[in-house]
C-alpha cells in the first residue's frame, strides 16, 4: 500500500531567508495561494516575529488562503509563540512550529545553555503553544550533529508535552543519505511515542544531498517533508518540492510512497516563485529548469522523435510543461532539422533537403541555437539562391 507523504513548503520562511528574494504581504499571498492549488499540505508563511511586515503577511496568509494549514516559525520563547498564534488564529487549520537547537555547538556557542536547561525550555514551549492550538511541531535544529541519546530524550520529551509533529532537521547539509536514514530508523526503533505522531525532516544542500537525504529518510519512516520550491534556501538552499515529488512519482514502486501534489501545477509555481523574488531558475535545474525537457544532440532528438521514451523519464505536461524542446544546433542531426521544416511548413525533395541541411550546419557553427526565423531565411537562401547579403538573427 502507498504511504502518504505531507509536504510542508517552506518557500515563504526559509526560501525567502534568501538575500534578495525578501517578498512583500501581496507577493506572499500570491505565492500561497499558488502553493494551495499546487496541493501542499502545510505552508509554513513566515517568521511572524522577525519583522511586523511578517507578521501581517503571515496574518493575511492565514485569513485568505484556504486548504492547507498554515503555519508560522518561532523560537522557543513565549513572545514569540505568542505573536506566531496571533498570525496563524484565523487560519482554517493552524499549526505553531517551534524550534531550538539541540547539538552541542548550537548549546555552547550560540544558545550558551546546558544539554538540561535547553530540555526544559523545548518542553515549556510545547506546553505553552497548546494552551493556544493543537497542532504543535517541534523542531530540533541541527539535529544531524545532535548526540543520539539526547536527541531521543528530546524527542520523547516533546512528544509527551503534546507535539503533533517532531521535525528532525539537517540544519548544514552535514548529513549523507545512509547515515541519515539510519538516523530516522534509528529514532523510530527508539522513541515509540515517534508512531502515534507525524516525523518530519528538513534537509539543506550544502553539500548538494538535499533530497537524497529526504528521499533516504522517507525509505525509513519519514512522512512529511520539509522543502522548497526551486530549492530555494538558506545558503545553497533547501531540498526541492520539485524533486522530490517527481522522484516519489516517477520511482514508486521503489519508495512505495505519494504525495497528493497536482503536478502540472509545478512549472507555473515555479516560474511564479522565481520572478517574484527575483532569482532565476538556473537552466540545467532538475524538473523546471529552461532545458529540463530540451533535447539537442542529434542522436537524442532522432530517438525521440522516433519515441520519447528513449530520453524521457517524465512527460513535459505532468510539471505543466506545454512540450518538449528540440533544439536546433550544430550538433542536430537530419531528423530534428526535417522535423523542424515540417512544422514551418516545409516539404523539401531531398537534393533541396541536403542543400539546406548543409548550409544550416554552416550557420549553426557560427550561431549557438537556430530559430525559425533562421531556418527560414536559410530555406528562402537555398531555395531561391538568394545569396550572402542576408543577416541573421540573433
Ligand atoms: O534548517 C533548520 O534547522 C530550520 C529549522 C528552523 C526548522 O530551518
Ligand atoms: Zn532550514
Known amino acids: 500500500m502507498s504511504r502518504k507523504i505531507y509536504v510542508f513548503d517552506t518557500t515563504l520562511r526559509d526560501g525567502e531567508q534568501v538575500p534578495g528574494a525578501k517578498l512583500n504581504k501581496r507577493q506572499k499571498l ?13 505552508i509554513e508563511a ?6 511586523p511586515g511578517d507578521l501581517e503577511a503571515v496574518k493575511a496568509v492565514s485569513e485568505q488562503v484556504k486548504g492547507p494549514i498554515i503555519t508560522g516559525l518561532a523560537r ?19 499549526r505553531i512550529h517551534i524550534f531550538l537547537g539541540s547539538s552541542d555547538v548550537h548549546l555552547s556557542k550560540k544558545l550558551r545553555q546546558d544539554r538540561e536547561s535547553a530540555l526544559s525550555m523545548a518542553v515549556d514551549a510545547v506546553r505553552y503553544a497548546k494552551r ?16 543520539f541519546e539526547y536527541l531521543c530524550r528530546i524527542v520523547d520529551a516533546v512528544i509527551r508535552a503534546g507535539a503533533t509533529v517532531v521535525n528532525i532537521p539537517d540544519t548544514v547539509g552535514y548529513a549523507v543519505p545512509e547515515e541519515f536514514g539510519d538516523l530516522i530508523r534509528r529514532l523510530k526503533e527508539n522513541v515509540q511515542a515517534l508512531d502515534k505522531i507525524v516525523l518530519s ?72 516563485v ?47 510543461v506545454r512540450q518538449n524542446k528540440i533544439v536546433l544546433t550544430a550538433r542536430s542531426g537530419r531528423a530534428a ?24 550546419l554552416n ?32
Request: glycine share 6%.
Open 30 to 42: 500570491e505565492i500561497a495561494q499558488q502553493l494551495a492549488k499546487l496541493g501542499v499540505d502545510i
Open 46 to 51: 513566515g517568521f511572524p516575529c522577525s519583522s
Open 76 to 94: 522557543a520563547v513565549n513572545q514569540d509563540i505568542d505573536m506566531v498564534w496571533e498570525a496563524v488564529q484565523h487560519a482554517e487549520r493552524p
Open 132 to 147: 493556544f492550538c493543537e497542532d504543535v511541531e517541534y523542531s530540533t535544529e541541527d539535529a544531524s550533529r545532535t548526540d
Open 201 to 272: 525532516v528538513h534537509c539543506h544542500n550544502d553539500l548538494g544531498l538535499a533530497v537524497s537525504n529526504s528521499m533516504a529518510a522517507i525509505r525509513n519512516g519519514a512522512n512529511q517533508v520539509e522543502c522548497t520550491i526551486n530549492g530555494m534556501g538558506e545558503r545553497a538552499g533547501n531540498a526541492s518540492l520539485e524533486e522530490i515529488v517527481m522522484l516519489l512519482r516517477t520511482r514508486h514502486a521503489s519508495y512505495g510512497a505519494h504525495t497528493d501534489i497536482r503536478t502540472e501545477e509545478i512549472y507555473r509555481t515555479s516560474r511564479l
Open 274 to 320: 522565481s520572478r517574484l523574488m527575483n532569482i532565476p531558475v538556473q537552466p540545467n535545474k532538475a524538473i523546471v529548469g529552461s532545458n529540463a525537457f530540451a533535447h539537442s544532440s542529434g542522436i537524442h532528438q532522432d530517438g525521440i522523435l522516433k519515441d520519447r521514451t528513449t530520453y524521457e523519464i517524465m512527460k513535459p505536461e505532468d510539471v505543466g
Open 337 to 360: 532539422l526535417r522535423h523542424r521544416l515540417n512544422d514551418l511548413g516545409y516539404t523539401l525533395e531531398s537534393d533541396q533537403f541536403e542543400r539546406v541541411y548543409n548550409r544550416f
Open 363 to 394: 550557420v549553426a557553427d557560427r550561431k549557438k541555437e537556430i530559430a525559425g526565423q533562421d531556418l527560414r531565411s536559410i530555406v528562402e537562401i537555398e531555395l531561391t539562391k538568394v545569396t550572402e547579403t542576408y543577416s541573421f538573427h540573433s
